[in-house]
């Protein structure tokens, strides 16, 4: 059995060493929850999934100190941020639990409006749709599992789950909780693994749904893997456009953009990126926003006043630092920022008027880079914001209530927020990209209702 170094972002140094699955492993999983599913009097009631996610709200959150320690330390995330990301998860099973009677609630179908239809009852029910394979990204390491492995367990289907190589701590601790609170071990297994056998998974004709978070590229290949009838989910990241008209007060802006824009060293696929700003205002944004973004502390996540981490690996800051340069070559004006701080950290960075063909301007930097562009019209600031392939999450900033719901309307995005960053979200709204960004709506109840399948049954009273 091979082994995986699970080490820290911001220092290379070995957090632990936990043994991988083989493929064989992945098949004994595959034979396991497809027998839970097909023995349908071994599903557990209602009644019984509720109280086991209430009992797994109160042991993850008697845990809260040390899951935010852990994602700190094997995600890079800023303990103050970390807090947060558990908080959510906590919030997103109590969800779950209520949700259940309102996403597996039947209906009476009316009979007898027909002389065909006469002498019969009819009624509808909801099903768990079978096996869910979920598979994840780093970013979010405890808050993301939550979002898609809680769901599976809440409509009764049972799941395997495959964590993020670089961080599979949170997921693997979870899971123990999960059994702690009740739930049968094969019901939710989790398969730390390499590429070749999560393909073998996602391929395998004994999956029912499959839900993905990371990247396009492999979302979308992996998606042309599912087997025939193979029900999917996939959310990919945007470059997340924010209009900002001349009716503002940068004071109030500035803040939520810095929020925004470097949160977990901007890795998160909604953070702020391009931030179109009228002209009469553009320079002095970028400007302002550089000054907010020298303040904040860089360095190891696992300390109190750190406010942006490392990026996830070496290898990243290698790409934002060549995408950086190459933005700059190409005319882009460097405001602040622009260099490494260290083997795994690079600075908040904020470029103006980078070209609109550069990396940075058409592709996810996932880093922490915020782009200043100044325009003269709205509806070309629009344009540009709606031209790329992919559409996530959006915002404007406008103190006059026509122009920012005018915005909303154009702007083409599944989110826009108005005064606020375009990372904000709530675990029960619905979160989803468009075009290239992803497939489906996800969010708690969401990701509940693809998870489970109408049934109807039509009884004969006459």
Not at 207 to 215: D, L, R
Request: proline share 5%; net charge negative; aromatic share 6%.
């Amino acid at each position: 059995m091979t082994s995986l170094n699970v080490v820290s972002p911001f220092d290379g140094e070995l957090i632990k060493t936990i043994r991988t699955h083989t493929s064989d492993h992945a098949e004994q999983m595959l034979v396991n929850a497809q027998a839970l599913y097909k023995h349908r009097d071994g599903w557990l009631d209602h009644h019984e999934r509720v109280a086991i996610l209430r009992r797994l709200a109160q042991l993850v959150e008697a845990e809260a100190d040390s899951f935010a320690m852990l994602i700190a330390q094997e995600g890079g995330k800023p303990l103050m941020d970390a807090r947060i990301e558990v908080a959510r998860a906590v919030d997103g099973i109590h969800l779950a639990s209520k949700e259940l009677m309102h996403i597996m609630q039947g209906v009476e179908v009316p009979m007898g409006h027909t002389p065909a239809s006469e002498g019969r009852t009819a009624f509808t029910c909801y099903e768990p749709i079978g096996v869910v394979l979920a598979v994840s990204a780093f970013n979010h390491p405890l808050n993301l599992i939550v979002h898609q492995v809680v769901p599976a367990i809440a409509v009764g289907c049972p799941v395997i789950v495959k964590p993020a190589s670089a961080t599979p701590l949170n997921c693997l601790r979870l899971v123990e909780l999960i059994h702690q609170a009740g739930l049968p071990q094969d019901w939710c297994q989790v398969c730390v693994c390499g590429n070749d056998v999560a393909e073998k998974l996602v391929s395998d004709t004994r999956i029912n749904f499959f839900t993905f978070i990371g990247s396009a590229k492999v979302g979308w290949w992996l998606r042309s893997k599912l087997a025939p009838g193979v029900r999917c989910a996939l959310e990919h990241g945007g470059v997340a456009p924010v209009i900002v008209d001349d009716q503002v007060d940068l004071d109030e802006v500035i803040p939520s953009l810095t929020k925004g824009g470097f949160y977990h060293a901007g890795q998160v696929c909604v953070s702020v990126q391009r931030v179109y700003a009228h002209h009469s205002l553009a320079r002095a944004l970028a400007e302002q926003l550089a000054a907010a973004a020298d303040k904040l502390v860089v360095g190891d996540a696992t300390l109190e006043e750190t406010e942006v981490g490392p990026l996830i690996n070496p290898a990243e800051v290698d790409r934002v630092e060549q995408w950086v340069e190459e933005a700059r070559a190409a005319g882009a004006e460097l405001i602040t920022g622009g260099r490494r701080l260290g083997n795994s950290t690079y600075a908040p960075t904020v470029l103006f008027n980078p070209p609109h063909d550069a990396k940075v301007s058409t592709m996810e930097v996932f880093g922490p880079v915020v782009c200043v562009y100044s325009y003269t019209d709205r509806q070309q600031a629009i344009d540009l914001a709606n031209g790329l392939d992919v559409a996530f999450q959006a915002a404007v900033y406008s103190n006059n209530l026509d122009v920012a719901m005018d915005t909303v309307k154009r702007l083409d995005a599944t989110a826009v927020m108005v005064n606020d960053h375009t990372a904000f979200r709530v675990d029960w709204m619905p979160f989803g990209g468009r075009r290239a960004s992803g497939y489906g709506v996800g969010g708690i109840g969401y990701t509940m209702h693809d998870m489970v399948q109408i049934k109807m049954a039509v009884i004969k009273t006459g």
